[in-house]
Protein backbone atom coordinates (compact mmCIF):
# COMPACT_ATOMS: atom_id res chain seq x y z
CA UNK A 1 0.00 0.00 0.00
CA UNK A 2 3.20 2.47 0.53
CA UNK A 3 3.93 1.87 -2.37
CA UNK A 4 1.18 2.63 -4.28
CA UNK A 5 0.24 5.66 -2.30
CA UNK A 6 3.71 7.34 -3.06
CA UNK A 7 2.68 5.92 -6.90
CA UNK A 8 -0.85 7.11 -7.20
CA UNK A 9 -1.21 10.06 -4.20
CA UNK A 10 -3.30 11.73 -6.46
CA UNK A 11 -5.86 9.00 -6.93
CA UNK A 12 -7.65 8.40 -3.18
CA UNK A 13 -10.68 6.47 -4.46
CA UNK A 14 -8.47 4.09 -6.18
CA UNK A 15 -6.37 3.61 -3.13
CA UNK A 16 -9.38 3.38 -0.57
CA UNK A 17 -10.97 0.63 -2.84
CA UNK A 18 -7.06 -1.34 -3.24
CA UNK A 19 -6.49 -0.78 0.96
CA UNK A 20 -9.81 -2.66 1.72
CA UNK A 21 -9.71 -5.45 -0.49
CA UNK A 22 -5.75 -5.89 0.25
CA UNK A 23 -6.87 -5.91 4.03
CA UNK A 24 -9.73 -8.53 3.66
CA UNK A 25 -6.75 -10.86 1.90
CA UNK A 26 -4.05 -10.56 3.83
CA UNK A 27 -4.22 -13.96 5.79
CA UNK A 28 -5.00 -16.25 2.68
CA UNK A 29 -2.74 -14.47 0.69
CA UNK A 30 0.21 -15.14 3.21
CA UNK A 31 -0.92 -19.31 3.32
CA UNK A 32 0.62 -18.63 -0.67
CA UNK A 33 4.13 -18.07 -0.95
CA UNK A 34 3.80 -18.69 -4.33
CA UNK A 35 1.39 -15.57 -5.04
CA UNK A 36 4.72 -13.42 -3.38
CA UNK A 37 7.25 -15.02 -6.23
CA UNK A 38 4.61 -14.13 -8.83
CA UNK A 39 4.42 -10.96 -7.51
CA UNK A 40 0.88 -11.25 -8.14
CA UNK A 41 -0.86 -8.01 -5.84
CA UNK A 42 0.90 -5.92 -8.03
CA UNK A 43 -0.03 -6.86 -10.89
CA UNK A 44 -3.95 -7.48 -9.82
CA UNK A 45 -3.56 -3.84 -8.62
CA UNK A 46 -2.36 -2.01 -11.58
CA UNK A 47 -4.81 -2.04 -14.58
CA UNK A 48 -3.88 -4.18 -17.26
CA UNK A 49 -3.76 -0.62 -19.67
CA UNK A 50 -5.17 2.72 -19.33
CA UNK A 51 -7.05 4.29 -22.98
CA UNK A 52 -7.04 8.35 -22.42
CA UNK A 53 -8.50 9.96 -24.78
CA UNK A 54 -10.17 12.90 -26.22
CA UNK A 55 -13.46 13.50 -27.28
CA UNK A 56 -14.74 16.41 -29.72
CA UNK A 57 -18.36 16.79 -30.61
CA UNK A 58 -20.69 19.45 -31.63
CA UNK A 59 -23.66 21.01 -29.30
CA UNK A 60 -26.66 22.12 -30.62
CA UNK A 61 -25.63 25.73 -31.30
CA UNK A 62 -22.57 24.69 -33.11
CA UNK A 63 -19.71 24.91 -30.87
CA UNK A 64 -17.14 22.51 -30.66
CA UNK A 65 -16.87 20.92 -27.22
CA UNK A 66 -14.17 18.80 -25.57
CA UNK A 67 -14.56 15.87 -22.79
CA UNK A 68 -11.86 13.94 -21.09
CA UNK A 69 -12.27 10.27 -21.62
CA UNK A 70 -11.30 6.99 -20.43
CA UNK A 71 -11.58 2.85 -20.77
CA UNK A 72 -9.60 1.08 -18.01
CA UNK A 73 -9.42 -2.94 -19.16
CA UNK A 74 -8.32 -3.45 -15.80
CA UNK A 75 -7.68 -7.69 -15.89
CA UNK A 76 -8.79 -10.19 -18.26
CA UNK A 77 -7.49 -13.80 -16.06
CA UNK A 78 -10.81 -15.40 -15.95
CA UNK A 79 -13.19 -13.46 -19.36
CA UNK A 80 -12.99 -10.72 -21.59
CA UNK A 81 -12.62 -7.58 -20.10
CA UNK A 82 -15.93 -6.23 -19.00
CA UNK A 83 -17.61 -3.20 -17.31
CA UNK A 84 -19.99 -0.02 -17.48
CA UNK A 85 -19.16 3.40 -18.71
CA UNK A 86 -19.92 6.30 -16.69
CA UNK A 87 -20.53 9.56 -17.99
CA UNK A 88 -20.54 12.46 -14.97
CA UNK A 89 -18.79 15.84 -14.71
CA UNK A 90 -17.20 13.94 -11.34
CA UNK A 91 -15.30 11.06 -14.08
CA UNK A 92 -11.96 11.05 -13.38
CA UNK A 93 -9.13 8.54 -13.77
CA UNK A 94 -9.20 7.58 -9.68
CA UNK A 95 -12.46 6.84 -9.97
CA UNK A 96 -12.57 4.61 -12.97
CA UNK A 97 -9.64 2.82 -11.74
CA UNK A 98 -11.48 2.03 -8.56
CA UNK A 99 -14.18 0.67 -10.10
CA UNK A 100 -12.71 -0.66 -12.80
CA UNK A 101 -10.60 -2.97 -9.67
CA UNK A 102 -13.55 -3.93 -8.42
CA UNK A 103 -15.52 -5.23 -10.85
CA UNK A 104 -12.68 -7.93 -11.51
CA UNK A 105 -13.92 -9.19 -7.94
CA UNK A 106 -17.37 -8.69 -8.80
CA UNK A 107 -17.38 -10.34 -12.27
CA UNK A 108 -15.25 -13.55 -10.36
CA UNK A 109 -17.78 -13.72 -7.73
CA UNK A 110 -20.36 -14.05 -10.34
CA UNK A 111 -19.19 -17.41 -11.63
CA UNK A 112 -19.55 -16.07 -15.19
CA UNK A 113 -16.35 -15.83 -17.35
CA UNK A 114 -15.97 -12.04 -17.26
CA UNK A 115 -13.03 -9.79 -16.46
CA UNK A 116 -12.74 -6.60 -15.25
CA UNK A 117 -12.77 -2.78 -16.96
CA UNK A 118 -14.49 0.34 -16.82
CA UNK A 119 -14.77 3.72 -18.86
CA UNK A 120 -16.40 7.02 -19.32
CA UNK A 121 -15.67 10.62 -19.22
CA UNK A 122 -16.58 14.19 -17.73
CA UNK A 123 -18.87 14.72 -19.76
CA UNK A 124 -22.31 15.52 -17.86
CA UNK A 125 -25.35 14.38 -20.00
CA UNK A 126 -27.45 16.26 -18.01
CA UNK A 127 -29.30 19.32 -19.97
CA UNK A 128 -28.34 17.69 -22.97
CA UNK A 129 -30.56 16.75 -25.98
CA UNK A 130 -31.00 13.62 -27.13
CA UNK A 131 -29.30 15.13 -31.00
CA UNK A 132 -25.94 16.13 -28.20
CA UNK A 133 -26.28 12.82 -26.14
CA UNK A 134 -26.46 11.25 -29.48
CA UNK A 135 -23.28 13.12 -30.89
CA UNK A 136 -21.50 12.30 -27.60
CA UNK A 137 -21.71 8.58 -27.57
CA UNK A 138 -20.58 8.84 -31.49
CA UNK A 139 -17.42 10.40 -30.78
CA UNK A 140 -16.72 8.46 -27.68
CA UNK A 141 -17.07 5.26 -29.60
CA UNK A 142 -15.22 6.14 -32.86
CA UNK A 143 -12.17 6.17 -30.74
CA UNK A 144 -13.18 3.23 -28.54
CA UNK A 145 -14.26 1.03 -31.37
CA UNK A 146 -10.95 -0.64 -32.20
CA UNK A 147 -10.15 -1.94 -28.47
CA UNK A 148 -13.43 -3.48 -27.80
CA UNK A 149 -15.23 -6.85 -29.36
CA UNK A 150 -17.41 -9.75 -28.07
CA UNK A 151 -14.32 -11.13 -26.81
CA UNK A 152 -11.60 -8.66 -25.96
CA UNK A 153 -14.13 -5.95 -23.83
CA UNK A 154 -17.89 -5.85 -23.53
CA UNK A 155 -19.01 -2.13 -21.87
CA UNK A 156 -22.36 -1.91 -20.45
CA UNK A 157 -23.93 1.16 -18.23
CA UNK A 158 -23.35 3.01 -14.96
CA UNK A 159 -24.31 6.33 -13.56
CA UNK A 160 -25.90 8.79 -16.69
CA UNK A 161 -25.70 5.49 -19.33
CA UNK A 162 -28.49 3.75 -19.54
CA UNK A 163 -30.36 2.04 -22.33
CA UNK A 164 -30.51 5.27 -24.53
CA UNK A 165 -26.87 5.89 -24.64
CA UNK A 166 -26.30 2.14 -24.68
CA UNK A 167 -28.09 2.19 -27.90
CA UNK A 168 -26.15 4.74 -29.73
CA UNK A 169 -22.83 3.71 -28.51
CA UNK A 170 -23.95 -0.13 -30.09
CA UNK A 171 -25.49 1.60 -33.18
CA UNK A 172 -21.30 3.22 -33.98
CA UNK A 173 -19.86 0.65 -33.03
CA UNK A 174 -21.67 -1.38 -35.18
CA UNK A 175 -20.51 1.01 -38.25
CA UNK A 176 -17.53 0.53 -37.30
CA UNK A 177 -16.42 -2.50 -36.51
CA UNK A 178 -18.82 -3.99 -39.17
CA UNK A 179 -20.29 -6.83 -37.28
CA UNK A 180 -23.22 -7.45 -35.27
CA UNK A 181 -22.54 -9.94 -32.13
CA UNK A 182 -23.79 -7.80 -29.14
CA UNK A 183 -20.50 -6.37 -28.35
CA UNK A 184 -22.46 -3.92 -25.64
CA UNK A 185 -24.53 -5.31 -22.55
CA UNK A 186 -27.78 -3.53 -22.01
CA UNK A 187 -28.96 -3.15 -25.37
CA UNK A 188 -32.91 -2.39 -26.10
CA UNK A 189 -35.20 -5.41 -26.41
CA UNK A 190 -35.00 -5.33 -30.24
CA UNK A 191 -31.52 -5.46 -31.06
CA UNK A 192 -29.96 -8.44 -28.52
CA UNK A 193 -30.69 -7.05 -25.20
CA UNK A 194 -31.75 -9.20 -22.68
CA UNK A 195 -35.14 -9.51 -20.73
CA UNK A 196 -34.16 -8.58 -16.73
CA UNK A 197 -31.31 -6.45 -17.93
CA UNK A 198 -32.94 -3.03 -16.65
CA UNK A 199 -33.78 -4.36 -13.38
CA UNK A 200 -31.21 -7.00 -12.71
CA UNK A 201 -28.95 -4.63 -10.14
CA UNK A 202 -31.69 -3.55 -8.08
CA UNK A 203 -33.56 -6.87 -7.84
CA UNK A 204 -30.41 -8.89 -7.46
CA UNK A 205 -29.41 -6.22 -4.78
CA UNK A 206 -32.69 -7.15 -3.22
CA UNK A 207 -32.26 -11.00 -3.90
CA UNK A 208 -28.87 -10.95 -1.69
CA UNK A 209 -30.55 -8.92 1.01
CA UNK A 210 -33.22 -11.76 1.49
CA UNK A 211 -29.94 -14.29 1.82
CA UNK A 212 -29.15 -12.14 4.29
CA UNK A 213 -32.17 -11.61 6.13
CA UNK A 214 -32.62 -15.33 6.45
CA UNK A 215 -29.45 -16.26 7.50
CA UNK A 216 -31.25 -14.19 10.64
CA UNK A 217 -34.78 -15.45 10.28
CA UNK A 218 -36.00 -11.93 9.69
CA UNK A 219 -38.80 -10.86 7.33
CA UNK A 220 -38.77 -8.26 4.99
CA UNK A 221 -42.63 -7.92 5.05
CA UNK A 222 -43.05 -4.63 6.22
CA UNK A 223 -39.72 -3.28 6.96
CA UNK A 224 -38.64 0.32 6.32
CA UNK A 225 -35.85 0.62 3.53
CA UNK A 226 -33.77 3.94 3.14
CA UNK A 227 -32.90 3.83 -0.61
CA UNK A 228 -30.54 6.72 -2.07
CA UNK A 229 -30.65 7.59 -5.69
CA UNK A 230 -33.33 7.42 -7.74
CA UNK A 231 -31.71 6.42 -11.07
CA UNK A 232 -31.71 2.45 -12.71
CA UNK A 233 -30.28 0.74 -9.34
CA UNK A 234 -32.39 2.36 -7.06
CA UNK A 235 -35.60 2.20 -8.59
CA UNK A 236 -36.01 -1.22 -9.15
CA UNK A 237 -34.71 -1.75 -6.05
CA UNK A 238 -37.29 -0.03 -5.01
CA UNK A 239 -39.84 -2.10 -7.59
CA UNK A 240 -38.99 -5.42 -6.23
CA UNK A 241 -39.19 -4.23 -2.41
CA UNK A 242 -42.79 -2.98 -2.32
CA UNK A 243 -43.93 -6.32 -4.51
CA UNK A 244 -42.42 -8.02 -1.29
CA UNK A 245 -44.63 -5.46 1.49
CA UNK A 246 -41.27 -3.67 2.36
CA UNK A 247 -41.80 -0.34 2.61
CA UNK A 248 -39.69 1.97 0.60
CA UNK A 249 -39.40 5.37 3.37
CA UNK A 250 -36.89 7.37 1.21
CA UNK A 251 -35.29 8.16 -2.66
CA UNK A 252 -32.77 10.82 -3.59
CA UNK A 253 -31.48 12.33 -6.09
CA UNK A 254 -27.97 14.90 -6.39
CA UNK A 255 -30.53 17.89 -5.23
CA UNK A 256 -32.49 15.84 -1.85
CA UNK A 257 -34.35 13.22 -0.72
CA UNK A 258 -37.65 12.70 -0.20
CA UNK A 259 -39.12 11.02 3.09
CA UNK A 260 -42.38 9.55 3.02
CA UNK A 261 -42.70 7.39 6.72
CA UNK A 262 -45.68 5.15 5.34
CA UNK A 263 -43.77 4.28 2.01
CA UNK A 264 -44.00 4.89 -1.33
CA UNK A 265 -47.78 4.07 -2.86
CA UNK A 266 -47.87 1.99 -6.04
CA UNK A 267 -49.28 5.43 -7.31
CA UNK A 268 -46.29 7.75 -6.43
CA UNK A 269 -43.80 4.91 -7.08
CA UNK A 270 -45.35 5.12 -10.86
CA UNK A 271 -44.94 8.29 -10.92
CA UNK A 272 -41.51 8.61 -9.88
CA UNK A 273 -40.35 5.64 -12.20
CA UNK A 274 -42.08 7.99 -14.85
CA UNK A 275 -40.14 11.63 -13.68
CA UNK A 276 -37.10 9.82 -13.70
CA UNK A 277 -36.67 7.42 -16.33
CA UNK A 278 -38.47 9.50 -18.83
CA UNK A 279 -38.32 12.81 -17.89
CA UNK A 280 -34.94 12.92 -15.78
CA UNK A 281 -36.82 15.40 -13.28
CA UNK A 282 -35.92 16.01 -9.80
CA UNK A 283 -37.31 15.28 -6.51
CA UNK A 284 -38.32 18.22 -5.52
CA UNK A 285 -41.32 17.90 -8.10
CA UNK A 286 -42.74 14.85 -6.69
CA UNK A 287 -42.55 15.90 -3.09
CA UNK A 288 -44.06 19.34 -4.11
CA UNK A 289 -46.85 17.45 -6.04
CA UNK A 290 -47.15 14.54 -3.69
CA UNK A 291 -46.45 17.62 -0.31
CA UNK A 292 -44.31 14.83 1.61
CA UNK A 293 -41.30 16.19 3.09
CA UNK A 294 -37.98 16.83 1.41
CA UNK A 295 -34.49 17.25 2.48
CA UNK A 296 -32.80 19.96 0.36
CA UNK A 297 -29.30 18.74 -0.57
CA UNK A 298 -29.97 16.20 2.34
CA UNK A 299 -29.13 12.76 2.62
CA UNK A 300 -31.52 9.58 3.57
CA UNK A 301 -29.50 8.39 6.59
CA UNK A 302 -30.96 10.46 9.34
CA UNK A 303 -34.68 9.23 9.21
CA UNK A 304 -35.67 6.18 11.22
CA UNK A 305 -35.42 2.93 9.13
CA UNK A 306 -34.78 -1.06 9.17
CA UNK A 307 -32.61 -1.74 6.16
CA UNK A 308 -30.61 1.01 4.51
CA UNK A 309 -29.72 0.49 0.61
CA UNK A 310 -27.02 3.19 -0.35
CA UNK A 311 -27.64 3.10 -4.40
CA UNK A 312 -26.66 6.72 -5.85
CA UNK A 313 -22.49 6.82 -6.08
CA UNK A 314 -19.34 6.29 -3.86
CA UNK A 315 -18.57 7.74 -0.58
CA UNK A 316 -22.19 9.33 -0.18
CA UNK A 317 -22.33 7.55 3.32
CA UNK A 318 -19.63 8.89 5.44
CA UNK A 319 -19.20 7.73 9.81
CA UNK A 320 -21.82 10.26 11.03
CA UNK A 321 -24.27 8.99 8.64
CA UNK A 322 -23.38 5.09 9.22
CA UNK A 323 -23.91 6.01 13.46
CA UNK A 324 -27.10 7.87 12.67
CA UNK A 325 -28.46 4.66 11.13
CA UNK A 326 -27.15 2.02 14.03
CA UNK A 327 -28.32 4.49 16.69
CA UNK A 328 -31.88 4.36 15.02
CA UNK A 329 -31.76 0.27 14.71
CA UNK A 330 -30.91 -0.36 11.29
CA UNK A 331 -30.18 -4.32 10.87
CA UNK A 332 -28.73 -4.58 7.25
CA UNK A 333 -27.21 -2.36 4.85
CA UNK A 334 -26.67 -3.58 1.36
CA UNK A 335 -25.08 -1.74 -1.17
CA UNK A 336 -26.79 -1.03 -4.72
CA UNK A 337 -23.78 1.68 -5.65
CA UNK A 338 -20.02 0.89 -6.27
CA UNK A 339 -18.14 1.93 -2.63
CA UNK A 340 -20.71 4.40 -1.53
CA UNK A 341 -19.77 3.77 2.18
CA UNK A 342 -16.34 5.27 3.50
CA UNK A 343 -13.90 3.39 4.97
CA UNK A 344 -15.12 4.76 8.93
CA UNK A 345 -19.07 3.90 7.86
CA UNK A 346 -18.13 -0.21 6.88
CA UNK A 347 -15.96 0.01 10.23
CA UNK A 348 -18.89 1.06 12.27
CA UNK A 349 -21.38 -1.81 10.66
CA UNK A 350 -18.62 -4.16 10.92
CA UNK A 351 -18.20 -3.47 14.68
CA UNK A 352 -22.17 -3.55 15.31
CA UNK A 353 -22.40 -6.94 13.87
CA UNK A 354 -25.34 -6.08 12.02
CA UNK A 355 -25.68 -7.95 7.98
CA UNK A 356 -23.42 -5.64 5.86
CA UNK A 357 -23.14 -6.13 2.02
CA UNK A 358 -20.69 -4.45 -0.08
CA UNK A 359 -21.45 -3.48 -3.02
CA UNK A 360 -19.61 -5.85 -5.30
CA UNK A 361 -21.13 -8.74 -3.69
CA UNK A 362 -24.95 -7.30 -2.83
CA UNK A 363 -24.80 -5.31 -6.83
CA UNK A 364 -23.33 -7.63 -8.64
CA UNK A 365 -26.64 -9.06 -10.26
CA UNK A 366 -26.57 -6.32 -12.91
CA UNK A 367 -22.92 -7.49 -14.44
CA UNK A 368 -24.12 -11.31 -14.15
CA UNK A 369 -27.21 -10.47 -16.23
CA UNK A 370 -25.00 -8.81 -18.47
CA UNK A 371 -23.16 -12.10 -18.38
CA UNK A 372 -26.48 -13.61 -19.27
CA UNK A 373 -26.50 -10.96 -22.40
CA UNK A 374 -23.64 -12.61 -23.46
CA UNK A 375 -24.32 -16.03 -23.67
CA UNK A 376 -27.78 -15.47 -25.18
CA UNK A 377 -25.80 -13.45 -27.90
CA UNK A 378 -23.59 -15.71 -28.46
CA UNK A 379 -26.33 -18.31 -29.10
CA UNK A 380 -28.16 -15.78 -30.90
CA UNK A 381 -31.39 -16.91 -28.80
CA UNK A 382 -33.05 -14.72 -26.31
CA UNK A 383 -34.67 -16.31 -22.87
CA UNK A 384 -37.54 -15.99 -21.23
CA UNK A 385 -37.79 -13.42 -18.33
CA UNK A 386 -38.64 -16.25 -15.57
CA UNK A 387 -35.59 -17.86 -16.65
CA UNK A 388 -33.45 -14.97 -16.51
CA UNK A 389 -35.19 -13.68 -12.45
CA UNK A 390 -34.48 -17.55 -11.85
CA UNK A 391 -30.52 -17.85 -12.87
CA UNK A 392 -30.66 -14.23 -11.24
CA UNK A 393 -31.64 -15.30 -8.05
CA UNK A 394 -29.35 -18.55 -8.40
CA UNK A 395 -26.10 -15.88 -8.81
CA UNK A 396 -27.36 -14.24 -6.23
CA UNK A 397 -27.81 -16.69 -3.69
CA UNK A 398 -24.56 -18.31 -4.52
CA UNK A 399 -22.69 -14.97 -4.52
CA UNK A 400 -24.21 -14.99 -0.96
CA UNK A 401 -22.79 -18.45 0.10
CA UNK A 402 -19.21 -17.57 -1.47
CA UNK A 403 -19.08 -15.00 1.14
CA UNK A 404 -20.56 -17.08 4.00
CA UNK A 405 -18.10 -19.15 3.26
CA UNK A 406 -14.96 -17.30 3.08
CA UNK A 407 -16.38 -14.35 5.19
CA UNK A 408 -17.77 -16.83 8.55
CA UNK A 409 -16.52 -15.22 12.32
CA UNK A 410 -15.97 -17.33 14.96
CA UNK A 411 -19.09 -16.54 16.70
CA UNK A 412 -21.01 -17.80 13.48
CA UNK A 413 -21.84 -13.88 12.28
CA UNK A 414 -20.75 -13.32 8.68
CA UNK A 415 -18.23 -10.67 7.15
CA UNK A 416 -19.66 -10.08 3.70
CA UNK A 417 -16.57 -7.83 2.84
CA UNK A 418 -13.62 -10.39 3.59
CA UNK A 419 -15.86 -13.08 2.19
CA UNK A 420 -16.20 -11.29 -0.83
CA UNK A 421 -12.89 -10.10 -0.88
CA UNK A 422 -11.24 -13.83 -0.47
CA UNK A 423 -13.55 -15.28 -2.99
CA UNK A 424 -13.48 -12.97 -5.66
CA UNK A 425 -9.73 -12.59 -5.48
CA UNK A 426 -8.56 -16.44 -4.73
CA UNK A 427 -10.30 -16.92 -8.16
CA UNK A 428 -8.61 -14.56 -10.00
CA UNK A 429 -5.30 -15.50 -8.11
CA UNK A 430 -5.29 -19.10 -9.50
CA UNK A 431 -6.37 -17.74 -12.86
CA UNK A 432 -3.16 -15.76 -13.09
CA UNK A 433 -0.92 -18.65 -11.72
CA UNK A 434 -2.45 -21.15 -14.29
CA UNK A 435 -1.75 -18.49 -16.78
CA UNK A 436 1.88 -17.49 -16.13
CA UNK A 437 3.61 -14.35 -15.86
CA UNK A 438 1.95 -11.88 -18.75
P1 LIG B 1 -28.07 6.44 -12.70
O1 LIG B 1 -27.34 7.48 -13.45
O2 LIG B 1 -29.21 5.75 -13.34
O3 LIG B 1 -28.59 7.05 -11.32
C1 LIG B 1 -27.71 7.60 -10.39
C2 LIG B 1 -28.51 8.19 -9.24
O4 LIG B 1 -27.62 8.63 -8.23
C3 LIG B 1 -29.33 9.40 -9.66
O5 LIG B 1 -30.47 9.48 -8.83
C4 LIG B 1 -28.37 10.55 -9.37
O6 LIG B 1 -29.03 11.78 -9.11
C5 LIG B 1 -27.69 10.06 -8.10
N1 LIG B 1 -26.32 10.59 -8.03
C6 LIG B 1 -25.33 10.46 -8.95
N2 LIG B 1 -24.22 11.09 -8.56
C7 LIG B 1 -24.53 11.64 -7.36
C8 LIG B 1 -23.81 12.40 -6.42
N3 LIG B 1 -22.52 12.75 -6.66
N4 LIG B 1 -24.44 12.79 -5.28
C9 LIG B 1 -25.72 12.46 -5.03
N5 LIG B 1 -26.46 11.71 -5.88
C10 LIG B 1 -25.87 11.32 -7.03
O7 LIG B 1 -26.95 5.39 -12.23
P2 LIG B 1 -27.14 3.88 -11.75
O8 LIG B 1 -28.40 3.75 -10.98
O9 LIG B 1 -26.88 2.99 -12.90
O10 LIG B 1 -25.88 3.71 -10.78
C11 LIG B 1 -25.94 4.02 -9.38
C12 LIG B 1 -24.80 3.33 -8.66
O11 LIG B 1 -24.90 1.91 -8.86
C13 LIG B 1 -23.39 3.70 -9.13
O12 LIG B 1 -22.50 3.64 -8.04
C14 LIG B 1 -23.05 2.58 -10.11
O13 LIG B 1 -21.66 2.41 -10.26
C15 LIG B 1 -23.68 1.40 -9.39
N6 LIG B 1 -23.97 0.24 -10.20
C16 LIG B 1 -24.77 0.33 -11.32
C17 LIG B 1 -25.06 -0.79 -12.05
C18 LIG B 1 -26.03 -0.78 -13.19
O14 LIG B 1 -26.37 -1.85 -13.66
N7 LIG B 1 -26.50 0.37 -13.63
C19 LIG B 1 -24.45 -2.10 -11.72
C20 LIG B 1 -23.70 -2.10 -10.49
C21 LIG B 1 -23.46 -0.96 -9.80
P3 LIG B 1 -29.44 12.76 -10.33
O15 LIG B 1 -30.72 12.21 -10.86
O16 LIG B 1 -29.57 14.08 -9.67
O17 LIG B 1 -28.31 12.70 -11.31
Known amino acids: MSDLRSRFAHEPEYLQAVEEVLTSIEEVYNQHPEFERYNLIERLCIPDRIFTFRVSWIDDEGQVRTNMAYRIQHNNAIGPYKGGVRFHSSVNQSILKFLAFEQTFKNSLTTLAMGGAKGGSDFSPKGKSNMEIMR ?46 GTFTGKGMEFGGSLIRPEATGYGNVYFLLNMLATRGIDIKG ?71 YFDRGKPWHVPCDIAMPSATQNELDGDDARALLANGVIAVSEGANMPSTPEAVHAFLDAKILYAPGKAANAGGVAVSGLEMAQNAQKMSWTAQEVDQRLKDIMANIHAQCCKYGQNPDGTVNYVKGANVAGFMKVARAMMAQGVL
Not at 154 to 173: C, K, T, W
Request: charged share 25%; proline share 3%.
Open 136 to 181: FCQAYVAELWRHIGPDTDVPAGDIGVGGREVGFMYGMYKKMARENT
Open 223 to 293: KRVAISGSGNVAIYTAEKLMQLGARVVTMSDSDGTIYLPEGLTQEQYEYLFELKVYYRGRLREFAEKYGCE
